[in-house]
């Protein structure tokens, strides 16, 4: 059974400081999506990780795919108010039937 | 206008009760899925579409059904209404799966 799992689910931090998210999923895959969730609206899409060591960077967010470990991580630099939100991974399975799961999400509140 | 729209934003019905949630597109996709959101679980997929003669079960389709009227709208059925149906749901399309998935805005929908 295909299983993702987030952690932390919640996280409070101070402006300023980093911290990681982790994703870990439990079977093959090569595709690994992080979305990013406000109070009350949709999900929109922060990254695409089609590949084993892929990293991608958005202003202070930076994901990376090991797909080996079957881990990704998504890294907060510097953090600012505006990246309270909640976070998700989502895992496209490449084996068997079609199943792209969601982890349970990471609640990140950013205190000024 | 939104690119993936769905209607009703919010609906509040008794047990037992036909209800169609819609969900409409212009962006040309032919990928279209429906997903629930409940508090802790992250999202899970209910049904999907990746053409108009194509429609799958996800995980969670018992008491659920769709129909994909046109390549630009998918519509999820509870022919009889439960409460534990009660949950956030996301209409969401995507062009391919290496792509990332574009969300409507979700459909609050209580059930007493």
């Known amino acids: 059974e295909l299983k993702v799992e987030q952690n932390p689910l919640f996280l409070s931090m101070q402006e300023g400081k980093n911290y990681t998210i982790y994703c870990n999923y439990s079977t093959t895959s090569d595709r690994l999506y992080w979305y990013r969730q406000d109070p009350g609206k949709s999900l929109e899409s922060l990254f695409v990780l089609l590949s084993n060591g892929a990293v991608k960077q958005e202003g202070r967010l930076m994901a990376s795919l090991d797909t080996k470990a079957r881990l990704s991580t998504l890294h907060i630099t510097a953090a600012v108010h505006d990246l309270s939100a909640t976070y998700f991974c989502?895992?496209?399975?490449?084996?068997?039937?079609?199943?792209?799961?969601f982890g349970t999400g990471t609640r990140l509140k950013v205190l000024a | 206008d939104a690119d993936v729209t769905q209607t009703p934003r919010n609906r509040i019905t008794k047990t037992g009760k036909r209800i169609m949630l819609e969900c409409s597109q212009t962006?040309?996709?032919?990928?279209m899925y429906w997903y629930r959101q409940d508090p802790g679980l992250g999202l899970r997929l209910i049904y999907y579409s990746f053409d108009v003669k194509d429609i799958n079960k996800g995980e969670i389709s018992d008491g659920y059904s769709v129909s994909r009227q046109a390549q630009a709208k998918f519509s999820l059925s509870l022919e009889s209404a439960i409460p534990n149906q009660t949950a956030l749901y996301f209409c969401a399309t995507s062009d391919s799966t290496y792509q990332p998935q574009h969300f409507g805005d979700g459909t609050r929908l209580s059930i007493l």
């Open positions: 989502a895992v496209r399975t490449t084996s068997g039937t079609y199943k792209y799961i």
């Open positions: 962006k040309g996709h032919d990928r």
